[in-house]
């Protein structure tokens, strides 16, 4: 934890560690690149050695810490505290890049207060100096990212030439208030802007779903380094999103095989996959899917059951339905708690199978399959027992088209069971209700020649919908 929280303090200070190195480091360049060996080294001796040094700097404020910084980077903070403290005694509490040494050590020790404290005292020495004021608002955003925006707007009345709106995007970009950051980012020039800040500004607009702009930003990034990681996802991301694949497709190229220091994910695959998808081409496509699921930050059934139902999709769409039924399968078994709809899915599947093969006991078969799945369904979720009868009325009319068996009849009945009473139908209900009349009709007058039967039912549909012809035929035949 203490590794990780010393490269966060190095990333907050890349903003600006170029300025507050140059105040550190004038004087006798020479001792701090000698003293950072040693610190760097490790020697037994380490405090012997430091002792000279001390001596020889002890009114220098600036090589004081210096020194203290690159025990900081060493992740002594005991000794980088204690030239700290030297450089503030040399400069009568005077070196405001002391004070900030003395609030990363804070920082990284949890103590948010107190390295607030030290950088503000950094800002009363220095009211010019930009790095207090970030990390002081760094700190502080855990709070409250409007106060720390706050503390950046003192710094654009002490230093009109520091883009404060970018750094106040990347203050609330890391609060996680997206449009926060982006209505921040938009202030700022990107021409001004640091990598890193035109990455977040594009992130924010991408988590915001404004694909659009966010692929402006990540174009613009691209411009100044057409070989960044990031800049190529995001271009391929927000493509994706805009389903403009073939393009989509030249920026994953791009990531995968011309960006530099380029680390890959599963989402990457997924997102490859689901590019070639909207290209039309499954079975690369699949390829993705099956490398994303391969992954080694694929480390959840949540994740997994994701790409496994993509990947199930792009069977579907090559018409392979036994291998697009298999992974569904895995995509339900990967679901903590798949919803009707999720189960109902399985059943279209086999649905969809079933209507495009040829051989007549398969064909049955696959509608077996489906009807099981509906009746599991009706089983499992109360408020999917209408839903799963009609659509066991369907594939069991598909089954008997003739209807000489009935198959489908006691789904029907029980849809009607269902709606009928209702006073105020729906026109889902309405279309259920009258395909079930109809049904009953065709069954009892031409299956059973239950002209009676028929004839109530005749009268039923007439009630719901006047101007059935199959009722007024029936009734008019009966008459």
């Given at each position: 934890m203490k590794a990780i929280k010393y490269l966060f303090i190095a990333a907050l200070t890349a903003g600006f560690s170029a300025t507050a190195m140059a105040q550190e480091a004038t004087?006798?360049?020479?001792?701090?690149?000698?003293?950072?060996?040693?610190?760097?080294?490790?020697?037994?001796?380490?405090?012997?050695?430091?002792?000279?040094f001390y001596k020889k700097n002890k009114k220098n404020a600036e090589n004081l810490v210096a020194f203290g910084r690159s025990f900081f980077e060493a992740k002594d903070t005991a000794n980088a505290k204690t030239y700290a403290n030297y450089a503030l005694q040399a400069s009568k509490n005077k070196c405001a890049p002391a004070f900030i040494l003395l609030g990363d050590i804070a920082a990284?020790?949890?103590?948010?207060?107190?390295?607030?404290a030290q950088y503000e005292q950094a800002i009363y020495v220095d009211p010019k100096n930009p790095d207090a004021y970030y990390k002081y608002a760094n700190v502080y955003r855990k709070i409250s990212p409007a106060g720390a925006v706050a503390k950046l707007n003192d710094l654009r009345a002490q230093r009109p030439d520091i883009a404060v709106d970018a750094?106040?995007?990347?203050?609330?970009?890391?609060s996680n208030e997206f449009d926060k950051a982006l209505a921040a980012y938009d202030k700022a020039d990107k021409n001004k802007m640091e990598e890193r800040d035109l990455s977040d500004y594009a992130m924010s607009a991408f988590f915001k779903q404004k694909y659009d702009k966010a692929l402006e930003v990540a174009k613009?990034?691209?411009?100044k380094n057409p070989r960044h990681a990031a800049f190529n996802r995001l271009a391929f991301f927000n493509l994706t999103e805009l389903k403009n694949y073939d393009e989509a497709l030249k920026y994953?190229?791009?990531?995968?095989?011309?960006?530099?220091?380029?680390?890959?994910?599963?989402?990457?695959?997924?997102?490859?996959?689901?590019?070639?998808?909207?290209?039309?081409?499954p079975e690369k496509a699949i390829e993705m899917y099956e490398l994303a699921l391969a992954q080694e930050d694929m480390d959840n059934k949540a994740k997994r059951a994701g790409v496994v139902k993509q990947l199930s999709?792009?069977?579907?769409?090559?018409?392979?339905y036994p291998n697009a039924i298999k992974h569904y399968k895995d995509y339900l078994n990967n679901m903590e708690k798949p919803t009707a709809m999720?189960?109902?899915?399985?059943?279209?599947?086999?649905?969809?199978?079933?209507s495009i093969l040829q051989d007549a006991e398969a064909k049955k078969a696959a509608f077996i399959e489906a009807d099981a799945v509906y009746g599991d369904l009706a089983n499992r979720y109360e408020n999917a027992v209408e839903y799963a009868n009609f659509m066991r009325a369907r594939v069991n009319a598909q089954m008997d088209p003739d209807s000489k068996l009935g198959l489908a009849k006691p789904y029907y009945e029980k849809l009607i069971e269902l709606i009928e009473p209702r006073t105020e139908k729906?026109?889902?209900?309405?279309?259920?209700?009258?395909?079930?009349?109809?049904?009953?009709?065709?069954?009892n007058f031409i299956v059973k020649e239950d002209k009676e039967a028929a004839k109530d039912y005749a009268l039923k549909l007439q009630a719901i919908d006047p101007e059935n012809e199959i009722a007024k035929q029936i009734l008019g035949s009966i008459k």
């Open positions: 004087g006798t360049q020479a001792d701090i690149d000698v003293v950072k060996k040693i610190i760097s080294s490790k020697p037994a001796d380490l405090d012997k050695q430091m002792k000279d990284v020790a949890d103590d948010g207060g107190g390295a607030a750094l106040a995007g990347r203050i609330y970009y890391m613009f990034g691209l411009s994953a190229d791009a990531l995968f095989h011309n960006s530099d220091s380029a680390k890959f994910s599963y989402y990457d695959y997924t997102y490859y996959g689901n590019a070639y998808a909207g290209a039309k081409q999709d792009a069977y579907k769409n090559k018409e392979d999720d189960i109902a899915g399985l059943a279209t599947l086999h649905m969809q199978h079933g729906d026109a889902t209900e309405r279309a259920r209700i009258i395909e079930s009349y109809r049904y009953m009709i065709a069954y």
